[in-house]
């Protein structure tokens, strides 16, 4: 299927979503993730495909690729070489992020989900880690003060 422009289009349980292109503020959000990442030495990259299966297909706003692994050279990567996805929750993204997706990833071993929500003119960012087959929550902390802490 061919994604009109500007939009990505998902495979969940075989069906197509389409999303529209994120908010400007997604965007910076998603830009100083990858700063963050960045700094602190970790190759992480934006919109980049991961294929579950044939029937999940989930582009992550941001994906980190595990130590030791390589992104291959497509825009679709195996979920053993992702060690942390994060979704930046939109208006219309919230039910798909907090509970849609936290069940995919942890259902196919990704180690971490985080998941960026508004607060006020910043972002929470909520550290999830995969435990018992569940992501549990670690740490929250303002994206301002991630990429603070990291130089």
Same mark, same amino acid.
Request: glycine content about 8%; aromatic content about 8%; overall charge negative.
């Given at each position: 299927?061919?994604?009109?422009?500007?939009?990505?289009?998902?495979?969940?349980?075989?069906?197509?979503?389409?999303t529209?292109?994120?908010?400007?503020?997604?965007?910076?959000?998603?830009?100083?993730?990858?700063?963050?990442?960045?700094?602190?030495?970790?190759?992480?990259?934006?919109?980049i495909?991961?294929?579950?299966?044939?029937?999940?297909?989930?582009?992550?706003?941001?994906?980190?690729? +595990?130590m &030791?692994?390589?992104? @291959?050279?497509d825009?679709?990567?195996?979920? $053993?070489?992702?060690?942390?996805v /994060?979704?930046? #929750?939109?208006?219309?993204?919230?039910?798909?992020?907090?509970?849609?997706?936290?069940?995919?990833?942890?259902?196919?071993?990704?180690?971490?989900?985080?998941?960026?929500? +508004?607060? &006020?003119?910043?972002? @929470?960012?909520?550290?999830?880690?995969?435990? $018992?087959?569940?992501?549990?929550? /670690?740490?929250? #902390?303002?994206?301002?003060?991630?990429?603070?802490?990291?130089?």
């Amino acid at each position: 299927m061919r994604e009109p422009e500007g939009f990505k289009v998902e495979l969940h349980e075989g069906v197509p979503k389409m999303t529209p292109p994120p908010f400007p503020a997604h965007q910076r959000a998603s830009g100083d993730l990858l700063v963050y990442f960045d700094r602190i030495g970790r190759e992480a990259y934006h919109d980049i495909g991961v294929r579950f299966d044939d029937r999940h297909y989930r582009v992550p706003d941001v994906s980190v690729i +595990r130590m &030791g692994s390589t992104a @291959s050279d497509d825009n679709v990567q195996a979920p $053993d070489i992702i060690d942390i996805v /994060v979704e930046i #929750v939109s208006r219309g993204s919230v039910d798909e992020d907090r509970v849609v997706k936290p069940k995919l990833y942890a259902r196919f071993g990704i180690p971490e989900y985080w998941r960026a929500e +508004r607060a &006020g003119d910043d972002w @929470s960012v909520l550290m999830h880690r995969l435990e $018992d087959g569940r992501y549990v929550l /670690v740490r929250t #902390v303002l994206l301002s003060e991630l990429v603070r802490e990291a130089g």
